[in-house]
């Protein structure tokens, strides 16, 4: 193998390429064994602290977990897609009076970190009289302010990525603003985008773990519940184990789907350099 | 107004803790990043594996998650006892650390292939051809990059509040004893971090378009 840095190796080189892999497995063998060590050590491994997790109540308090985090994740996603393409077509629009304000909007709340924006519809709204607030809410509303205005911008990103000549063209034939926008510019745009949509889309799977920090009870709260009920040994790390497996998994089938979109349409995210580094400072 | 200079020591407080996190985790997520990117591209297969399963795992957890383990599960380790904001700096730097990595490698490959054939044909060692070829190229093409992800490490910083570390997210919580309407306080917080990002990527900006490579 060849690339940018190294030629293809001769005969030395491999040999020397074994041991140093061999030097390579043992170091993170030794790193991972060591964390296994300490948690056998510290009877992380009993059977009184694991026995929960093999009761129907608490593996039904799972599920039911496991749903929460999915319905948050489901309807922030929903809406921060409408709320995306709202704000895009806000902010390509020709009048100054409705991109401008458009423009601060998405840039306001892309500097915003998520959680500040989560307390604030948490703590702040509920003593100004909307009481109405619950944790879903406050997760699922900052969800989608964040992820819409970055979401805008990657589709932002996937129109400008495209040939001028396909908007003039389509003026040419008499196509009205609204029909280029929603015939010819948007279905490209979001063809091209959708790896880099999905993987925006996996943000906001993890993102709902904040809801944890506003005691919204998803998974990490069910583990914290759980890890400290010191009569069945306080399992905190049992528990968070059973968590971090099942959010790896669902954010990993997200993010599979992501690279399945990606090698099917044959347009890696490397030709849009810009919507990856949006992605970046999203996560 | 008042909210924010009658608590002033509390919102100084707050984000120079904020602040010292934030340098603590990119210096950190810079070094195992560089690491772990480096492992990336290694002609030795085992360092792929190794470098491409820690960038798998780590970017599909939730940094909650990361930080909840550090911050519950670690004390139970009887391992020497650290405060919680060097944890949260751990888990930080081992969160941001797999997008350095992914940034170095995204710019290391965009330095054309014939750059470094060219630099071997003339005749240049490994490491003449890296310092004076490839890494000047490389560099270039990551920097703009490599300041989102650190901007997106200094927003994430707040996550740290959740779990007993005294920084800009807790001021809220701080201040709710002294009876300040908590919107008030968290539209202050927001605003500054605001601030904070605008300067960082007024900083991009600059490096930017000083740094362009012409190809």
């Avoid at chain 2, 470098?51 to 795992?57: C, E, H, P, S």
């Amino acid at each position: 193998m060849s690339n940018v840095l190294f030629d293809a190796p001769g005969p030395r080189a491999r040999v020397r390429h074994r041991y140093i892999g061999v030097l390579t497995l043992i170091v993170v063998l030794g790193i991972f064994g060591f964390i296994v060590y300490r948690f056998i050590e510290t009877d992380q491994f009993t059977a009184q602290k694991w026995n929960i997790f093999t009761l129907p109540y608490a593996q039904g308090k799972i599920v039911e977990a496991t749903v929460a985090t999915l319905k948050a994740f489901g309807l922030a996603a929903v809406l921060s897609l409408t709320l995306g393409l709202l704000l895009l077509v806000g902010r390509v629009s020709k009048h100054k009076w409705i991109s401008a304000p458009t423009y601060v909007f998405v840039e306001l709340f892309r500097a915003v970190p998520l959680l500040i924006l989560i307390m604030i519809m948490y703590y702040g709204l509920p003593p100004l009289g909307y009481t109405f607030v619950t944790p879903f809410i406050a997760v699922v509303t900052g969800l989608t302010l964040y992820n819409g205005s970055v979401l805008s911008e990657v589709f932002r990103a996937g129109i400008e990525s495209l040939p001028k000549g396909q908007a003039e063209a389509a003026y040419a034939i008499g196509m009205t603003k609204t029909q280029v926008m929603r015939m010819i510019l948007l279905p490209q745009a979001l063809r091209a985008m959708a790896p880099v949509i999905v993987s925006q889309l996996v943000v906001v799977l993890k993102d709902t773990a904040l809801g944890f920090i506003v005691t919204y009870q998803e998974l990490l709260y069910l583990a914290k519940m759980y890890g400290t009920q010191s009569q069945i040994g306080s399992p905190i790390i049992p528990s968070t184990i059973v968590v971090a497996a099942i959010y790896i998994s669902l954010c990993l089938l997200l993010a599979g789907l992501a690279k399945f979109i990606e090698v099917r349409t044959k347009r890696g995210p490397a030709k849009n350099i810009k919507a990856q580094e949006l992605v970046n400072e999203a996560a | 107004m008042d909210t924010l200079l009658n608590n002033l020591d509390v919102f100084v407080d707050g984000f120079a803790l904020t602040l010292q996190v934030f340098l603590w985790a990119a210096l950190f997520a810079l070094i195992l990043g560089t690491i772990v990117g480096a492992m990336r591209v290694s002609p030795v297969a085992p360092m792929r594996w190794v470098g491409t399963g820690y960038v798998n795992l780590v970017r599909n957890t939730p940094l909650t998650l990361i930080m909840f383990f550090f911050a519950f599960g670690y004390p139970k380790l009887d391992l020497p006892t650290v405060s919680y904001t060097t944890l949260a700096i751990f888990a930080l730097g081992l969160y941001t650390a797999t997008y350095v990595a992914e940034t170095l490698r995204a710019g290391i490959n965009t330095v054309p292939l014939g750059q470094a054939e060219a630099a071997r044909a003339i005749g240049l060692t490994f490491g003449q051809s890296m310092s004076h070829i490839l890494l000047p190229q490389a560099f270039r093409a990551v920097i703009p990059p490599m300041m989102s992800v650190f901007i997106a490490l200094l927003k994430n910083t707040t996550v740290a509040a959740g779990f007993s570390v005294a920084e800009a997210g807790y001021i809220r919580a701080n201040l709710s004893e002294r009876g300040e309407p908590a919107i008030v306080v968290l539209l202050w917080v927001a605003l500054i971090f605001i601030l904070l990002v605008a300067v960082l990527s007024f900083v991009q900006r600059v490096l930017e378009n000083r740094l362009k490579v012409l190809r």
